[in-house]
């Protein structure tokens, strides 16, 4: 069993950066690395280049020999619109390939990594909620510290022992020993070494449940084992969620868990796991992109797990896969809403393909700045769906599609409901479900509400104003996936 008790190893890319894990930064100049015959001065150039691959930008940044002008290249935003489309999708293995080279091709930096043995490598960077380091908020994923223990695993030729599930029956980190590949139709996930961490409970990004805000899915599942008393806000403030676990199974607190708790647990974690993913985009496109595979939480956990040898109940795995069928059986229903906002889709394979060509040449198109839903997109903040709230008709509202939506229904119980909901992305769903109930003449006054309702975000949140702006004359076009 993986001790609990290793210190992490944190490491940053400043330049006070204390001690001989320097090294591990991306973008360190002593450790060029070959890939497919071509040199890189670095880890950095190589993922830089690759975002923008089959643009003169690319060999642009590959020829920087300094990598600090390469780094300025790829923020400057006059460049956004030439990342390619898929990097949501393929940043993740091109880091990795990255880091394979960098650790194979130097023997001293091998030799470093596996001196670390088992301890949990986190990168510290100053990006709030970053996605390759933790973070100045601490909020952020830690990817490039999760692959630089996956390349570690596989440098040391063995299979990970990890961390992770829990029981209800102790506090104890489980043992989980992933093979190489699952079973044929079936995708396995349990910690950060492996693809498909973001649907385990301990996934590092905040949810939001009615109001309060919770590191991830297992504190709000753990708080609500204790809800009402001190332990519940004890639990909730724990910087991970292994100090949670500590505290919900100490021997100390057993006798303050809710007498319901057994009947209520289950209830429980679903709520927590659909928060995440209806707040957490690339967590439900990934979720999304499984299709119908069988997912199978893969640990020694009877109840929540496989059991490793396939008898326990995966109850964790048919969670998501409950989930998962709610998404695609939305998604089937806000599809013509999309298509009325002209963001037309199809499940037509041919026109399919055209729309990806069509998206594809406006993402070269220099003239043109795309918006998306999604928040690794620059101008996400721009979306409809964006979580900045607005103050109008004297009632503060989480976001314009919230006021827009409610609008529809102006005067009765579903405005207030629109109102109420948590998140977003799920407000055009409720709207459409009750679309008997629009008030008479919308189609006349929606653009202005829209007009009024985009005016008041960018009167009330000046920031995005200035992101606006920075659009010039470029021609703005909602893409929705």
């Not at 015959?37 to 003169?56: A, H, I, M, R, Y």
């Not at 297992?218 to 991970?240: D, M, N, P, T």
């Not at 999304?288 to 059991?307: E, M, P, R, V």
């Not at 969670?319 to 889709?345: H, N, T, W, Y």
Request: charged fraction near 25%; aromatic fraction near 10%.
């Amino acid at each position: 069993m993986a001790s609990s008790s290793l210190e992490p190893l944190v490491f940053t890319d400043t330049k006070d950066t204390d001690g001989q894990y320097h090294e591990l930064v991306n973008a360190n100049p002593n450790y060029p690395i070959v890939i497919k015959s071509v040199l890189w001065l670095c880890v950095e150039n190589f993922v830089q280049s690759q975002k923008f691959q089959g643009t003169p930008l690319a060999t642009k940044i590959q020829k920087t020999y300094d990598t600090e002008q390469a780094r300025n290249l790829e923020q400057n935003t006059a460049v956004l619109d030439f990342v390619r489309h898929d990097w949501h999708k393929v940043k993740d293995e091109v880091m990795l390939d990255g880091l394979r080279a960098k650790f194979t091709q130097h023997k001293d930096l091998k030799k470093l990594l596996l001196k670390t043995g088992n301890r949990q490598i986190i990168f510290k960077d100053s990006i709030p909620g970053s996605y390759w380091g933790k973070g100045s908020d601490g909020a952020g994923s830690n990817k490039l510290g999760q692959l630089l223990m996956r390349t570690r695993v596989e440098l040391q030729g063995r299979r990970p022992q990890t961390y992770g599930s829990e029981s209800e029956n102790t506090s104890d980190f489980h043992e989980s020993i992933m093979p190489d590949k699952p079973p044929k139709g079936a995708i396995y996930f349990h910690d950060d070494k492996y693809p498909f961490f973001e649907f385990s409970p301990y996934f590092p990004h905040e949810v939001r449940i009615n109001g309060s805000k919770w590191p991830t899915v297992s504190h709000y599942y753990l708080g609500q084992r204790f809800a009402g008393s001190k332990l519940e806000g004890k639990i909730q403030e724990c910087g991970s969620a292994g100090e949670a676990m500590k505290v919900a199974y100490s021997p100390e607190n057993q006798d303050f868990v809710r007498t319901d708790w057994k009947d209520v647990k289950d209830p429980v974690m679903k709520t927590g796991l659909k928060a995440k993913f209806l707040q957490f985009p690339e967590a439900k496109h990934l979720l999304l992109s499984t299709g119908h595979k069988l997912l199978t939480h893969h640990c020694n956990d009877l109840y929540w797990g496989d059991g490793l040898d396939g008898e326990g109940q995966n109850m964790l795995g048919n969670f998501l896969m409950d989930i998962r069928k709610e998404l695609q059986e939305k998604d089937s229903v806000v599809r013509p809403i999309l298509q009325a906002m002209g963001a037309s889709q199809t499940s037509n394979s041919s026109k399919d393909a055209q729309k990806t060509r069509q998206f594809a040449k406006l993402q070269r198109d220099v003239n043109t700045t795309i918006i998306t839903t999604d928040r690794t997109n620059t101008y996400s903040c721009l979306s409809i769906y964006s979580d900045h709230p607005i103050t109008l008709c004297h009632k503060r509202w989480p976001s314009v599609a919230h006021f827009y939506n409610a609008m529809k229904f102006e005067g009765t119980r579903l405005e207030e409901k629109i109102r109420g909901i948590s998140t977003p992305e799920e407000v055009p769903y409720v709207a459409y479900h009750n679309k008997e109930g629009v008030q008479k003449g919308w189609a006349e006054k929606r653009d202005r509400i829209m007009s009024q309702a985009l005016h008041a975000k960018f009167e009330q949140h000046p920031e995005l104003t200035e992101v606006l702006i920075g659009t010039n004359r470029n021609k703005l076009v909602f893409h929705t996936e």
